[in-house]
Structure formats: C-alpha cells, structure tokens
C-alpha cells in the first residue's frame, strides 16, 4: 500500500508584502513615464510631419512658378543653373 502524503498548504495572502508593493509601483510609474514620453514624441513628429507637409507645398508652387517663368523647374539648387535636357537647349 502507498504511502500518504502530507501537504501542508500555506494561507492564501491577501495582499503582497509592502516591500513587493512598493517596487511593483515604481516600475509602473516608469512604465508611465515612458508612456508619457513617447505621447510627446509622437505628437512632436506629428508637427514636424505637417511642417514637412507644408513645405513639400512651397516646393511644389515653386516648381510651377519655375515652369512657368523658366519652362522648367530642374534646377541645380547649389547654384540655380537650370539643367535643361539635351534636346531642349
């Protein structure tokens, strides 16, 4: 015949131990920090793309006032030579 075996069963615990509870806290206060950061930085890039958005714009009006006043809009941004294709000189 098998032998019984004993298991003592410890009490359920109804709260962790405040040492538990106070790292418990401090890395869910980091984790919202760091969510708080990355709110930031994702309405920063928000801004920054409309910016870029906007200035693509400018670009764009630039190359038709180009078209229009020059017939063409590929220019050399250093210094402004407009490159013309080999059959259009």
Same mark, same amino acid.
């Given at each position: 015949?098998?032998?019984?075996?004993?298991? &003592?069963?410890?009490?359920?615990?109804?709260?962790?131990?405040? &040492?538990?509870?106070?790292?418990?806290?401090?890395?869910?206060?980091?984790?919202?920090?760091?969510? $708080?950061?990355? =709110? #930031?930085?994702?309405?920063?890039? %928000?801004?920054?793309? %409309?910016? $870029?958005?906007?200035?693509?714009? #400018?670009?764009?009006?630039?190359?038709?006032?180009?078209?229009?006043?020059? =017939?063409?809009?590929?220019?050399?941004?250093?210094? =402004?030579?407009?490159?013309? &294709?080999?059959?259009?000189?």
């Amino acid at each position: 015949m098998a032998k019984e075996k004993t298991v &003592e069963l410890k009490p359920k615990a109804e709260k962790i131990s405040a &040492e538990h509870l106070k790292e418990l806290q401090g890395v869910i206060g980091t984790i919202n920090q760091i969510h $708080l950061r990355i =709110g #930031k930085i994702e309405g920063q890039k %928000h801004n920054l793309l %409309h910016d $870029l958005a906007v200035t693509n714009n #400018k670009v764009a009006v630039l190359q038709e006032t180009f078209n229009k006043e020059y =017939g063409n809009d590929n220019i050399n941004v250093m210094d =402004g030579t407009i490159n013309w &294709e080999k059959d259009e000189k």
